[in-house]
């Protein structure tokens, strides 16, 4: 029998999009109807070309069934904005003091212009969210963070008050749960109310891990300025366990700003994430590919 006259040789760039497609079909499969938590910072959040893919990822996992929740930070533009209006920051252990006016401060742009730029660069994307902070519906209960530094001569440990900076004490996804319902994504800032009335400055990764943990969220994804975790020899650890994470930090292999990022990950995990990922921002749709890609794109933890 004679080929249709229609018929011609397959273009590759068709085909290979057709085996994106077919790799991606159980992973679309499993996570429908799941809830994946998105830190969303660093450089990812200051390029225009980057941050219009994340609001496409986004909306892309909205639209085949997955619940993203939103939280993001801002540090480089509440320093930024310190700076314009004269507020000298200081920092212990590489933390902001967060005295009454920096923490002013730090709401005003958290909460206000970098959540609504989020939100609006969503709706350009098609989807839907609604800007939120921890302070809304009483989503998230702040506590004073305590935390202590040790004289480096007399190996002498000391208290010290770094204003108001909180972590989560408690959460309470209400509100979420009925914003997710209707089909909106909740883009929320790390600002939030303790018991005592003040209004605290959490840091972006707690506050993602902490509401993660208790959505039972299916992923936490932590997008950062760097590949994930290294081993010793440059290349991509991939999949660690709560223990590989202990003895990498106690090794040497995980040091500085990752050692609080995959200690955020060991506590979603345990708390009930199914697996938190560290991820980089740096690459246009990262998400996409740790999502519906057999390889993955950075470094998963998860139980053993």
Known sequence: MNAPAHAHAP????????????????????YAGKTFVVKYGGHAMGDAELAHDFAEDIVLMKAVGINPVVVHGGGPQIGGMLKRLGIESRFVDGLRVTDAATAEVAEMVLAGSIN???????????????????KDSGLVTARKVERTTRDPGSAIEAAVDLGFVGEPAAVDTTLLDVLTAAGIVPVIAPIATAADGHTYNINADTMAGAIAAALGAARLFLLTDVAGVLAKDGSLMSDLT???????????????????????????????????????????????????????????????
């Not at 057709?18 to 079909?25: D, H, K, P, Q």
């Not at 609504?116 to 921890?134: E, H, L, M, T």
């Open 11 to 30: 273009d590759p760039a068709m085909l290979a999009k057709t085996e994106t497609l077919i790799e991606a079909l159980p992973y679309l499969q499993r």
């Open 116 to 134: 609504k730029d989020i939100v609006a660069s969503i709706a350009r994307a098609g989807g839907k969210a609604a800007g939120i902070c921890g």
């Open 242 to 304: 709560p223990g590989d994470v202990a003895g990498l930090i106690a090794d040497g292999t995980i040091s500085g700003g990752m050692i609080p990022k995959l200690e955020t990950c060991v506590t979603a995990v345990e708390g009930g994430v199914d697996a938190a990922v560290i991820l980089d921002g740096r690459i246009g749709h990262a998400m996409l590919l740790e999502i519906f890609t057999r390889k993955g794109a950075g470094t998963l933890v998860r139980h053993a």
